[in-house]
């Protein structure tokens, strides 16, 4: 029996997607709560869950800013998965590319601001898995927030609440400690949501645009490292059994998760869920 409560805090361009899966594989659908879509309101839509559907819940996940644990009953603890900003900002770009029908797009012209016009010129939001700490309103990009130093500290300070911090690089290892912390054991994952288009080598000029406007992102992202090298030296998990958790091609597992992003997705819709 899972007696933790757990709120997945998806930051963009972290293998998040990829980590939905995992999750949807592990638990009973009606366990979970999931905001897929962007969604700073989602506190206001879990305040609009039944008594019984929220005490159902064992996970709370999805594309939303700190703070969700305040509407939700009894105690909850945090995980995330953080990624070093200079690559997360590369290839949230290249990702925005691939979604015509959205605000970001439109921003950047379809690909006709170019990436370092787009980071020079504040296009697309600053410091994002920072703001994502801070709030709904930091991520308002119709009225932009500018970030203070208090701002960033707090971030940091609330960062290390979290009960796991993952990184994007070592997401197996992370996967793998995660999954003996909760018990999980369908472990095997399809990479979901990459981004199509990939940089090789990224200019000078722009990794030091990037660097210079990321600094709160780069400062959690130190802390994230140290977090996960000591926890990954503590625990002889993942060492001890390194093919229990990876990507694979089997058609099979590409079968059963797409069953169960389905299948869950219809309980969600039956239980009056209003995040899909």
């Known amino acids: 029996m899972r007696l933790k409560k757990v709120i997945f805090l998806h930051m963009p361009k972290t293998a998040g997607t990829t980590l939905h899966s995992l ?4 638990y009973p659908c009606k366990q979970i709560y999931s905001a897929r879509r962007p969604a700073i309101s989602v506190a206001d839509r879990i305040l609009r869950l039944d008594e019984r559907r929220l005490n159902e819940l064992s996970i709370v996940k999805g594309h939303f800013p700190y703070g969700v644990h305040e509407v939700l009953p009894g105690y909850w603890e945090y995980f995330t998965f953080l990624r070093n900003p200079l690559k997360r900002v590369v290839s949230d770009y290249n990702f925005v590319l691939t979604q015509p029908g959205s605000g970001d797009y439109q921003l950047i012209n379809g690909g006709k601001v170019p990436i ?7 296009y697309l939001l600053d410091n994002l898995q920072t703001r994502f700490l801070l709030g709904g ?4 990009r119709s009225n932009r927030v ?4 208090a701002d960033g500290d707090l971030a940091l300070t609330r960062l290390k609440r979290f009960w796991f911090i993952g ?5 197996d290892a992370g996967v793998g400690i995660l999954a003996t912390k909760l ?3 369908r472990l095997m994952y399809i990479r979901r949501n990459p981004s199509s288009a990939k940089m090789s080598v990224i200019p000078v000029n722009l990794k030091d645009a990037i660097n210079e406007r990321e600094v709160y992102d780069w400062a959690l992202y130190r802390y994230a490292r140290e977090f ?7 625990s002889q998990v993942f060492r001890s059994r390194p093919d229990d958790v990876g990507c694979t091609s089997s058609k099979y597992t590409a079968m059963q998760t797409y069953y169960r992003y389905l299948l ?11 995040s899909l």
């Open 23 to 26: 999750i949807e594989r592990n």
């Open 116 to 122: 370092d016009k787009a980071v020079k010129g504040n």
């Open 137 to 140: 309103r930091y991520l308002d």
């Open 146 to 149: 500018e970030i203070t130093k």
């Open 167 to 171: 990184l994007q690089e070592k997401f």
């Open 183 to 185: 018990g999980w054991s």
């Open 228 to 234: 996960f090298s000591s926890i990954e030296r503590e």
């Open 264 to 274: 869950c997705r219809l309980i969600w819709l039956i239980k009056g869920d209003r």
